[in-house]
């Protein structure tokens, strides 16, 4: 099983910015994805990219603030965060989907989940 480990958490005031990474223990060409839990709320999809990066997805709350992208010769994914607003609140996870970046946006069925990182933001 690969393992994700994401990083770039922390706090900012409102309209500021935060790159978030997720590192894989190994190769892997599953989607790769972003969700995010606030306190009292359920796990919720932010964030989808494709196995090669050609592909994208996004939660309509995050549409043209926040930007996926992957480079598989790092393992890695990143979320670029601009523009954040204090309901951008929550722990981010990184999550793989097998099944595609498409699926996990509306139907995820996640292989594996990081141990998620911190955002805060402030008003």
């Known amino acids: 099983q690969v393992h994700l480990v994401e990083s770039g958490g922390g706090s900012v005031q409102a309209g500021g910015s935060l790159r978030l990474s997720c590192a894989a223990s190994g190769r892997t060409l599953n989607a790769m994805g972003w969700f995010r839990q606030a306190p009292g709320k359920e796990r919720e999809f932010v964030a989808a990219i494709t196995r090669y990066g050609g592909g994208t997805y996004y939660a309509d709350s995050v549409k043209g603030r926040f930007t996926i992208s992957r480079d598989n010769a790092k393992n890695t994914a990143y979320l670029q965060m601009n523009s954040l607003k204090p309901e951008d609140t929550a722990v981010y996870y990184c999550?793989?989907?097998?099944?595609?970046?498409?699926?996990?946006?509306?139907?995820?069925?996640?292989?594996?989940w990081g141990q998620g990182t911190q955002v805060t933001v402030s008003s």
């Open positions: 999550a793989l989907d097998p099944r595609g970046a498409q699926l996990m946006s509306v139907s995820p069925s996640i292989d594996s």
